[in-house]
């Protein structure tokens, strides 16, 4: 295998009580399904999956608080499906960017990641920061298609060819790429910024 890899789960946990909310619910009950089967390839490839995710303005509350919380809102029948295992990690982040004023960075490299699979939503807000700051610091990144969602389709596609074109990251879905072949293949070489 080509460098130890990581799972983001980033706001997969979501109160979805916002404008836009119920629309995104739906299209994250259709992740359900191939997000529990990388979760358990993660599982046996032993791969850390890390959740990411805000906290809602609860400033005071820890993990599990926070769990609660959004258990109690309109997502709380998928959170149940997607909530963190006990093995799971979980960071607590304030802003959009999985990285900003998080714990992420010392994690990371505490474990020996140098590739990152990212999941979760918005693919064109949080997502795309997270791949951002993730790219910066030159980690090899998959972002399967079917594991990402946004409001709005058309966003989220504008999302993953930024990911794709700009950052060298891979996005195809889960239905083509499994977790271990992903692993195989050759991290993708940082080259810098083009000229």
Known sequence: MNGKAAI??????????????????????????????????????????????????????????????????KGGELIDQVR????DYFVIKPESSGFYATTLP???????VSRLVLTGIAADICVL?????????????????????????????????????GMSADVRPTSELALADWLASEPKVYTGRAS
Do not use: C
Request: negative net charge.
């Open 8 to 73: 983001l789960v980033i706001d997969l946990l979501n109160t979805f009580d916002f404008s836009g909310g119920e629309k995104l619910k739906k299209a994250v009950a259709e992740m359900v399904e191939p997000f529990q089967s990388l979760r358990a390839q993660a599982r046996a490839a032993d791969v850390p999956v890390i959740f990411v995710n805000d906290n809602y303005g609860r400033w005071h509350d820890e993990p599990s608080e926070l769990i609660a919380f959004a258990r109690g809102q």
């Open 84 to 87: 963190p295992q006990p093995s």
């Open 106 to 112: 010392a994690l990371l490299p505490r474990l020996g």
């Open 129 to 165: 920061f997270t791949a951002a700051d993730a790219h910066m610091r030159e980690y090899d990144l998959w972002v399967p298609r079917d594991l990402v969602a946004s409001q709005h389709e058309e966003r989220a596609q504008w999302a993953l060819e930024m990911m794709e074109n």
